[in-house]
């Protein structure tokens, strides 16, 4: 039975249900998470503007961000050395627990039409949608935009533009493709969704 | 149900429900109202997969038949009352995302598939529900171009399913449940499927999606009773260098470096392990040689040439193998080096042509992003002749810069992978095509562990009015017979009948029928969403039908919708 539920937990399907009948071994994920709350919120709203929300990202994506954090693919102080200890199986189902939180409303103002219709306009010529789905919710690797954090949204951008965040060189050829002007009015349109 | 949902419903009830990781457009509730039945079919045999040419009661194959000329016998709706086509029934999805699906009908079932691979069988006289099969997705998916799925095919008593985590299923045909599960390749490394397999002689055919993430491409032959890779073909071979070539299929001078790619291939070897090569669509069985044919994607990274000198073998290259042994027989490469993403993605079909000389021998056309149709001999590969250019083309072939070269056509088409349909009867070819001014921009940047690698971006040009069009192509003559101009780029697919007549759909919602030799319109819907799927017709109670999906389109952003609509006459 325990052999049963370790190779389902690897497989990261069956995290949810495991909290009601193996509080054990749960309680080791649990532990693991306690950490992310200081920063990312204890009710998944982040403790400061430039901490990206966490709670109901898609799990995919966030699988592959600690992965990405752990090979130094993804550079952050931060971050690095949080996740240096997970290995692939709890990254899973961190992924899987974050995942299946409720995506926090940070009540972010709708942006203004001339704000929209620039995002909307940039959103087209790039095609962004086309990835990250008709309402920004992302899906498997690529991640939720709706309702994102302004502020960390700008900044991690900024941060493909430069390189500064190197784990995803498509991202940054499609930032680089467009203007700084475009970009902040995405930020602002994507935050407010 | 899968083995994991045994486990869970006997383990832990309720809980798993719960535990289901969440994807978008997940079916969290499904089919508390549709108790599942059984779809009354017999068994599909091999013989009858032959002659779906001729089969004017089903619609057994992804493009019509192993030809893939999407020309349906059937004639009961034509010309004359094809103005009186109504709506039979309307059938709503649970998943509200890009529809691409071919509908395949057996014996009055219909299977249907939605994006994130869902599969539905349908009666399709009044359009209940039969089954649902809901993959339980894995939680990493890396695809390009949104969670599309084009559809299944039944052989025997099985259908056929290929899914956007990469992997192959084969479900019971009379109740969706899988019969076996096969790991194509690990979408960690970019890999996904959202083809439609093709099924012949105990083999299933797949190809793979990836070409933006740096894999290697292939395509496969799995046994088809048990799920067991029969063989292997990498699109890139270990020598993809080729002869250097410094024009296109049509002649035109690709700009390349040449002296710059050598240099650069003796610092870095050949790059065949990361040069992409997806196949986006199905292979054509040629039966009587027991050939296949099929078209290779574009290398990555898609516009930036640098990390990988040389031609790119089988990149942007029509490809013929053995049937039984996966052996290469012939290729002919349309770009070589591409640098524009202006691959080779629409489904190939053998018919008829005339040589150089006139002279009728089996051919293969294929309808390319450029805006040509190329048409070939069979037998080798080579190229007879290509067609006018069916959309704008402008500064070919302009390198991308830094800044954005602007280039026509955009670097979706052309025609992208919509099917295109054929009547050998006129000699024509049916292409639905897009027309998006772009610009094209490289960057340069190191393979990144199968994350996007696109090498640069294309981008649509602000301001630049798109459109699209329908075009009749004579591919004896290469002459354009007919074109209908429409106000959006056009992604889907096309069906042309023995009634005389073509059917497309529009991002717009339009779908239409044309009279199949003038092009003129002669009967109309709105579905409310876009219709980007490829058309199908089928015969049940003795009343012809046509049947298309209406649920938009992620690639180019059409509205999105969840319909699968079936006409018919009174």
């Not at chain 2, 291939?265 to 040689?289: C, E």
């Not at chain 2, 579905?527 to 049947?547: D, H, L, R, T």
Request: aromatic share 8%; proline share 6%.
């Amino acid at each position: 039975m325990v052999r049963n539920l370790i190779s389902m937990i690897s497989r990261g399907i069956i995290f949810g249900a495991l909290l009601s009948v193996a509080p054990a071994l749960a309680q080791s994920i649990a532990e693991k998470v306690e950490v992310c709350a200081g920063c990312h919120g204890q009710d998944g709203k982040p403790k400061d503007k430039t901490i990206p929300v966490i709670w109901g990202q898609q799990a995919g994506y966030i699988y592959i961000q600690l992965r990405d954090y752990k090979r130094g693919d993804r550079k952050n102080e931060t971050m690095q050395p949080i996740v240096s200890s997970f290995e692939k199986d709890d990254m899973r189902a961190i992924a899987e627990y974050f995942a299946k939180k409720p995506w926090p409303n940070l009540g972010q103002p709708r942006s203004p039409k001339h704000v929209a219709q620039r995002a909307l306009s940039a959103e087209h010529s790039v095609g962004c949608t086309g990835c990250h789905l008709e309402q920004f919710q992302g899906d498997g690797t690529t991640p939720r935009l709706a309702g994102q954090s302004q502020e960390y949204l700008a900044k991690t951008i900024a941060d493909f533009r430069t390189r500064a965040r190197g784990n995803n060189p498509g991202m940054t050829d499609l930032m680089r493709a467009t203007s700084p002007d475009d970009l902040a009015a995405l930020a602002e349109y994507l935050a407010g969704l | 149900m899968d083995r994991y949902s045994i486990a869970c419903a006997t383990l832990f009830g309720l809980g798993c429900t719960l535990a289901a990781s969440s994807h978008a457009q997940e079916v969290v509730n499904p089919d508390q109202w549709s108790p599942p039945r059984e779809a009354k079919i017999s068994p599909v045999t091999q013989d009858q997969l032959n002659t779906a040419d001729k089969n004017t009661t089903n619609f057994l194959l992804t493009n019509g038949n192993y030809a893939q000329t999407r020309f349906y016998p059937a004639k009961q709706i034509n010309r004359d009352n094809v103005k009186n086509l109504h709506v039979a029934w309307i059938f709503q999805t649970q998943v509200k995302e890009s529809l691409e699906t071919s509908p395949i009908v057996v014996d009055g079932v219909m299977y249907v598939t939605t994006s994130f691979s869902h599969v539905y069988a349908i009666d399709a006289k009044t359009g209940e529900q039969l089954w649902h099969y809901s993959h339980k997705m894995g939680p990493v998916t890396t695809y390009c171009c949104g969670p599309n799925n084009r559809g299944v095919q039944v052989l025997g008593d099985k259908v056929y399913l290929a899914t956007l985590d990469a992997k192959l299923l084969a479900l019971n045909a009379k109740t969706g449940d899988v019969v076996w599960n096969t790991d194509i390749a690990d979408p960690e490394l970019g890999y996904s499927e959202t083809m439609a397999p093709t099924v012949v002689k105990d083999k299933v055919l797949i190809g793979t999606n990836g070409g933006e993430y740096g894999i290697r491409g292939f395509v496969r032959a799995y046994d088809a009773k048990t799920g067991k890779l029969v063989w292997n073909f990498d699109t890139i071979p270990e020598n993809t260098v080729g002869v250097w070539a410094t024009k296109d299929a049509t002649g035109r001078d690709m700009h390349r470096d040449i002296q710059a790619e050598k240099d650069q291939l003796a610092k870095i070897g050949d790059p065949y392990k990361r040069l992409g090569g997806g196949v986006w669509q199905n292979p054509a069985v040629d039966l009587a040689t027991n050939r296949i044919y099929f078209v290779v994607g574009n290398p990555s990274p898609d516009l930036d040439g640098a990390p990988r000198p040389g031609d790119n073998l089988y990149t942007d290259s029509l490809v013929s193998l053995d049937l039984d042994t996966g052996k290469f027989v012939c290729h002919f490469q349309y770009i070589a080096h591409d640098v524009w993403d202006l691959d080779a993605a629409s489904p190939p079909v053998l018919v008829d042509v005339k040589d150089k000389s006139g002279k009728t021998i089996p051919g293969v056309i294929h309808a390319g992003k450029t805006g040509h149709i190329y048409v070939h001999d069979r037998k080798d590969c080579s190229l007879i002749r290509f067609s006018e250019a069916m959309v704008p083309q402008e500064n070919m072939w302009t390198l991308p810069t830094k800044e954005g070269a602007r280039m026509l056509p955009g670097a979706n088409g052309g025609v992208e992978w919509s099917p295109i349909a054929t009547d050998p009867g006129q000699d024509l070819a049916y292409a639905i095509n897009l027309h998006q001014p772009m610009h094209y921009r490289v960057e340069n940047s190191p393979y990144p562990n199968g994350k996007l690698w696109l090498g640069g971006a294309f981008t649509a040009i602000p301001g630049e009015k798109q459109s699209g069009n329908i075009t009749a192509v004579n591919y004896n003559t290469g002459k354009i017979k007919w074109q209908v101009k429409t106000p959006e780029p056009m992604i889907g697919g096309i069906l042309a009948t023995a009634g005389g007549l073509v059917f497309a759909g529009e991002g717009n919602g339009k779908f239409a029928a044309y009279n199949s030799s003038t092009g003129k319109e002669l009967w109309s819907f709105r579905a409310g969403a876009g219709v980007n799927a490829p058309p199908s017709s089928y015969m049940v109670g003795g009343k012809q039908y046509i049947v298309v999906g209406a649920g938009g389109n992620t690639q180019v952003n059409f509205r999105r919708g969840n319909n699968i609509i079936a006409f018919t006459l009174d």
